[in-house]
């Protein structure tokens, strides 16, 4: 049955045509996947359709719920609509969850917004839905908060309100986009466990094909808000048609990492940092780091990965002088600066030791140019020869791969990737010895962040600076770094060159990490052979 109809839908904003006439379909039963890069319009033609944009976007075309018209109905009737007969997850669970109301009363709401239910049967339905997405204890759950859950379990408890009322169709943005590789693969599990139980349409909106890949049975390809290509997924990814599907099949990592950044048993290089039996904890919880020890070479890149909540950040702000120790210490080139009662970083150190965090927006004055922002560290660091700055500053945009006509702009007019490649010019300003960078490229969207791997990649071999590279995508790490370290609940379980840790795993934590890996259990496919049709 069909269960939802998009056919010449055009989105405007102003002058900025958005969506440009897309036309698709989902079944009952079934995934569909929409697809592309940011700005592609995936997003703006689905808000569009279920009525969500705001009064000053212009929309058109025809949009069938059900075989009812509901583009242009009143918001009265789209009310009734959404949330009872469909449901939708967002990328960001914590945006979309009320802070001051717990989790029960929550996806209570979700029901009695749209059903007289009593007390009593609500109660009993919320403990059923936590149980039915996975989560333990439900009856204590009940009366925690947002802040109480980590990043899977706020998005189980978005995908509980989603289903409350057994909708006919799922609108699922990118719920998976900022959770780490094993939670990811739950949340997909989940989805397609729900979808079979239920008999519910999903349309399962991402920029990664290799997530897609796990999950679809049809695929649509948006690009500058056209559909260039739309499909049964096994003919997407065995032959697909159009040139911007192959670049996107190419960016992603289908099948594990393409390449390693060097062969199992080159020979290590000498040693640039050191740490040594790093501990950490807070007052309010379980010791966060426990006798973490490794090292980092000169011109090497040591990925370093685990689960949320793992300890990687904690290393991070260590390291770069944003956290101390309980324990243990850190030195670098011979110097030990970090270590139980140390405050803040000489000079030197600060200057050589450098981080790239992962949402450049929110890293990057948005008050400043470019220039400005640029300008700053050489300013800083006591040079006041304006003429060198800017022929500085010109240097650096040129060794991110930028015009020179972005120096005049602010970051709130550039792109995700363009503000992360300004993020990553000042911090080669001073040309420091080790970069740090935190997730770095989690929040970019696919093909973006092909460019930034291979740019960080290249920086490393012109400049001769060391990356700490901390990643719950292993994807990326594979294709990066020189080693691995891989972290669980604050220890190192495993450490070794990147080929022999993909290839080899010998901890168990590791071979788990690596099995969940998005697109390495890729079905045949037959598995998207059955009988659809396309607009169109």
């Known amino acids: 049955m069909r269960v939802f109809s998009v056919s010449d839908l055009k989105v405007r904003f102003g002058r900025v045509e958005a969506v440009r006439g897309i036309t698709f379909d989902v079944d009952a039963g079934r995934t569909l996947a929409i697809v592309g890069e940011s700005g592609s319009g995936k997003s703006a033609g689905l808000l569009a359709a279920t009525g969500l944009l705001p009064t000053s976007a212009s929309v058109q075309g025809s949009v069938l719920h059900r075989g009812q018209e509901i583009l242009g109905a009143s918001p009265k009737t789209l009310r009734k609509i959404r949330g009872a007969e469909i ?29 007289r239910i009593d007390r009593s049967e609500r109660r009993e339905r919320v403990l059923a839905l936590l149980d039915d997405v996975g989560i333990d204890d439900p009856v204590a759950r009940l009366k925690h908060y947002p802040r109480h859950l980590s990043g899977g379990m706020r998005q189980r408890v978005m995908i509980a309100m989603a289903i409350a009322l057994d909708p006919h169709l799922i609108i699922a943005d990118e719920p998976t986009t900022a959770l780490d590789v094993t939670v990811q693969a739950s949340i997909l599990d989940l989805l397609k466990r729900l979808q079979e139980k239920h008999g519910t349409a999903l349309i399962f909106v991402s920029h990664d094909l290799a997530v897609v890949s796990d999950i679809a049975d049809d695929v649509v390809v948006m690009q500058n808000g056209l559909v260039v290509e739309k499909a049964p997924a096994g003919r997407i990814y065995d032959s697909p048609k159009h040139a911007y599907t192959r670049q996107l099949l190419g960016a992603a990592r289908l099948a594990g990492p393409r390449a390693y950044a060097k062969p199992a048993g080159a020979e290590p290089r000498s040693p640039l940092l050191h740490v040594r039996s790093l501990g950490r904890s807070f007052e309010t919880s379980r010791p966060v780091l426990k006798d973490v020890s490794f090292v980092v070479g000169k011109g090497e890149i040591l990925g370093l990965v685990g689960e949320s909540g793992s300890g990687k950040s904690t290393i991070g702000r ?4 944003l956290d101390r120790p309980d324990a243990g210490t850190v030195t670098l080139r011979g110097e030990e600066y970090a270590k139980p009662g140390t405050a803040g970083l000489k000079a030197d150190i600060r200057r050589a030791i450098q981080v790239i965090f992962q949402d450049p927006y929110a890293s990057l004055n948005p008050r400043r140019t470019v220039e400005a922002i640029l300008a700053d560290p050489f300013i800083i660091a006591g040079e006041r020869d304006r003429a060198k700055i800017a022929d500085r500053v010109r240097q650096l945009v040129s060794d991110v791969e ?19 490649r300004i993020a990553i010019a000042r911090s080669i300003a001073l040309r420091p010895s080790l970069i740090v960078a935190d997730e770095a490229v989690s929040a970019l969207d696919i093909t973006t962040q092909a460019k930034i791997v291979a740019l960080l990649g290249d920086l490393r071999d012109r400049l001769g600076i060391s990356f700490l590279f901390i990643s719950h995508d292993l994807g990326v790490v594979g294709e990066l770094c020189d080693r691995v370290a891989v972290l669980e609940k604050g220890h190192i379980v495993e450490t070794g060159p990147t080929r022999r840790i993909f290839e080899h ?10 099995a969940a890996v998005p697109g390495r259990k890729r079905q045949p496919a037959d598995r998207s052979q059955k009988a659809v049709s396309y607009a169109g």
Not at 402 to 416: A, F, K, T, V
């Open 505 to 514: 795993p010998e901890h168990d934590y590791t071979k788990r990490l690596l």
């Open 87 to 115: 449901g939708f997850v967002f990328q960001d669970p914590l945006s979309n969850l009320h802070p001051l109301k717990t989790i029960g009363e929550q996806i209570g709401e979700a029901m009695s917004a749209h059903r």
């Open 402 to 420: 930028l015009p020179e006509d972005i120096l005049g702009r602010l970051p709130s007019q550039l792109s995700g990737g363009q503000r992360q």
């Open 318 to 321: 260590i390291i770069a002088g």
